[in-house]
């Protein structure tokens, strides 16, 4: 069978690699971005800020903060901090499909990992292509952690074992210094392949969509240049933002919007750029006073999470970084701590027309959610505090986490964990956009794995969650 899949990120380079595994199966997978050749320069495997060529050119509409998504082999995933929390059990059981429970997705995620401290555990793997490990706290670190333990939160190994919550280290997909993406999980075997073919810097412009069926894709090179690809499935993996594009210029969208987009209308899907969901977080940047004790890079210090009032297990997530890791213009000694909800009620959306989707993340649009974020805060302050008190930082003359209507404030620093999920839902509901086995609705061989299927979004960075949904995506093409 020939597949075509859109997206070489988290899930499409994780699907390719399943899918090529079988002689049988053609793969060709094609990716707007670059391929930066077999010998990955160090800017790709270690740095957050990179240059733009890397980025796809994405910002909330409504804030204009940038919302940096990889455009290069390996996605976004090739350009992220590689933390590698997964999420509770109950993150996907609340998926609402019997395919998708914690239980249907653990051997995705145990045949991914290779766990260098717990992959002997049951719920962990220790032979898969993806490293994953834990960094020892610093100095900075080791003072958070003792004031967390004099608050009752717990000291916890392993932020990936069965309703882990308290304080312990990030887990992260790194070795040594080097991030492992799946540009380098799984390239380096793709290219070996006979079966693969690798098509870089071609932006996809539509599927095309034949007596209701896929038939294959037009793609447009760097030079703009536009050509036809056929394949027997397709399988879009183009991300949150970039998929919903796909199908809305393809014809597959609210059938309002597609037709004043003067594109003809072969299938109706409401729903369609709706449910975006994302984590939100702050920052309450504080200055160490030890030189010799700064702050971790992120992804790399101490990981709280914990849960807040209320049902259906809403959760927060604190942590501290050194500040110059995101922010180039920050002092050495600047330390951010972060404060995030990782349980967000509020929903954005897509406003897809003929040009890029203008993106509308409504970060803590809902009452419940600033509510709950003017609580992670106000711990936080406590947290800081403690550590201003006993020497350990120092705090700017005004600090905002001060406000007197502490939930405004929030709203004004609120910004974008990068963790955006939901814009093609997956369902049982003839709503959804695709069914629970990623299969667009109305439209034969044309199928969707990326994290815009999920239903809701995890308690935990969202790159594992989408590799797994790629692994799976295999099992049901197979």
Same mark, same amino acid.
């Given at each position: 069978m020939?597949?075509?899949?859109v997206?070489?990120?988290?899930?499409g380079?994780?699907?390719?690699? &399943?899918?090529s595994?079988?002689?049988d199966?053609?793969?060709v997978?094609?990716?707007?971005?670059?391929?930066?050749?077999?010998?990955?320069?160090?800017?790709?495997r270690r740095?957050i800020?990179? %240059?733009?060529?890397?980025?796809?050119?994405?910002?909330?509409?409504?804030?204009?903060?940038f919302?940096?998504?990889?455009?290069?082999?390996?996605?976004?995933?090739?350009?992220?901090?590689a933390?590698?929390?997964?999420?509770?059990?109950w993150?996907?059981d609340s998926?609402g499909?019997?395919?998708?429970?914690?239980?249907?997705?653990?051997?995705?995620f *145990?045949?991914?990992?290779?766990?260098? /401290?717990f992959?002997?555990?049951?719920?962990?793997?220790?032979?898969?292509?993806?490293?994953?490990?834990?960094?020892?706290?610093? =100095?900075?670190?080791?003072?958070?952690?003792?004031?967390?333990? &004099?608050?009752?939160?717990s000291?916890?190994?392993?932020?990936?074992?069965?309703?882990?919550?308290?304080?312990? =280290? $990030?887990?992260?997909?790194?070795?040594?210094? #080097?991030?492992?993406?799946?540009?380098?999980?799984?390239?380096? /075997?793709?290219?070996?392949?006979?079966?693969?073919?690798?098509r870089?810097? +071609?932006e996809?412009? /539509?599927?095309?969509?034949?007596?209701?069926? +896929?038939?294959?894709?037009?793609?447009?090179?760097?030079?703009?240049?536009?050509?036809?690809?056929?394949?027997?499935?397709?399988?879009l993996?183009?991300?949150?933002?970039?998929?919903?594009?796909?199908? $809305?210029?393809?014809?597959?969208g609210?059938?309002?919007?597609? *037709?004043?987009?003067?594109i003809?209308?072969?299938?109706?899907?409401?729903?369609?750029?709706?449910?975006?969901s994302?984590h939100?977080?702050?920052?309450? @940047?504080?200055?160490v006073?030890?030189?010799s004790?700064?702050?971790?890079?992120?992804?790399?210090?101490?990981?709280?999470?914990?849960?807040? @009032?209320?049902?259906?297990? %809403? /959760?927060?997530?604190?942590?501290a970084?050194r500040?110059? $890791?995101?922010d =180039?213009?920050a002092e050495?000694?600047?330390?951010?701590?972060?404060?995030s909800?990782?349980?967000?009620?509020?929903?954005?959306?897509?406003?897809?027309?003929?040009?890029?989707?203008q993106?509308?993340? &409504?970060?803590?649009? #809902?009452?419940?959610?600033?509510?709950?974020?003017?609580?992670?805060?106000t711990?936080?302050?406590?947290?800081?505090?403690?550590?201003?008190?006993?020497?350990?930082?120092?705090?700017?003359?005004?600090?905002w986490?001060?406000?007197?209507?502490?939930?405004?404030?929030?709203?004004?620093?609120?910004?974008?964990y990068?963790?955006?999920?939901?814009t093609?839902?997956?369902?049982?509901?003839?709503q959804?956009?695709?069914?629970d086995?990623l299969?667009?609705?109305?439209?034969? &061989?044309?199928?969707?794995?990326d994290?815009?299927v999920?239903?809701?979004?995890p308690?935990?960075?969202?790159n594992?969650?989408?590799m797994?949904i790629?692994?799976r995506?295999?099992?049901f093409?197979r």
């Amino acid at each position: 069978m020939r597949i075509l899949i859109v997206g070489a990120g988290s899930a499409g380079m994780t699907c390719a690699w &399943r899918l090529s595994e079988d002689p049988d199966n053609e793969v060709v997978l094609v990716e707007a971005g670059v391929d930066p050749g077999p010998e990955v320069p160090a800017v790709l495997r270690r740095e957050i800020l990179l %240059p733009p060529e890397y980025y796809w050119e994405y910002s909330d509409a409504d804030t204009g903060h940038f919302l940096p998504r990889g455009k290069v082999l390996g996605g976004s995933s090739a350009v992220n901090a590689a933390a590698a929390v997964r999420g509770h059990s109950w993150c996907y059981d609340s998926w609402g499909s019997p395919e998708w429970t914690f239980e249907k997705c653990l051997p995705a995620f *145990r045949a991914l990992e290779a766990d260098q /401290q717990f992959g002997t555990a049951d719920y962990h793997g220790a032979d898969g292509p993806v490293p994953v490990t834990r960094f020892e706290p610093g =100095p900075f670190d080791r003072a958070f952690n003792d004031a967390y333990e &004099r608050r009752g939160f717990s000291r916890i190994s392993d932020h990936n074992a069965p309703g882990a919550l308290g304080f312990g =280290p $990030f887990p992260t997909n790194r070795i040594g210094d #080097d991030r492992i993406s799946t540009l380098l999980a799984f390239l380096p /075997q793709l290219r070996e392949r006979p079966n693969v073919e690798l098509r870089p810097e +071609a932006e996809i412009v /539509q599927v095309i969509v034949r007596d209701r069926a +896929a038939r294959g894709v037009v793609v447009r090179t760097k030079h703009g240049a536009e050509t036809t690809i056929e394949a027997d499935l397709i399988l879009l993996c183009a991300g949150t933002f970039g998929t919903p594009e796909i199908l $809305f210029n393809s014809g597959i969208g609210p059938g309002e919007q597609v *037709r004043a987009a003067g594109i003809p209308l072969l299938v109706e899907a409401p729903a369609l750029g709706t449910n975006l969901s994302d984590h939100v977080l702050v920052r309450m @940047d504080v200055d160490v006073t030890d030189p010799s004790a700064p702050a971790l890079p992120g992804g790399r210090g101490t990981l709280l999470t914990f849960e807040l @009032d209320g049902e259906g297990h %809403p /959760q927060a997530q604190i942590f501290a970084y050194r500040t110059q $890791f995101f922010d =180039p213009t920050a002092e050495p000694l600047t330390a951010s701590v972060t404060s995030s909800l990782v349980t967000p009620a509020s929903r954005g959306r897509l406003e897809l027309g003929s040009g890029r989707a203008q993106v509308h993340l &409504r970060h803590l649009s #809902d009452p419940l959610d600033r509510s709950r974020m003017a609580d992670i805060v106000t711990r936080a302050a406590d947290i800081i505090d403690d550590l201003a008190a006993s020497g350990t930082v120092r705090l700017p003359d005004a600090p905002w986490w001060r406000a007197d209507d502490l939930q405004e404030a929030c709203r004004r620093e609120a910004v974008s964990y990068h963790h955006a999920v939901g814009t093609c839902r997956m369902g049982t509901d003839t709503q959804s956009v695709v069914d629970d086995h990623l299969r667009v609705r109305g439209v034969d &061989r044309l199928m969707v794995a990326d994290a815009s299927v999920m239903p809701s979004i995890p308690r935990g960075q969202t790159n594992f969650a989408a590799m797994m949904i790629g692994y799976r995506a295999a099992d049901f093409i197979r």
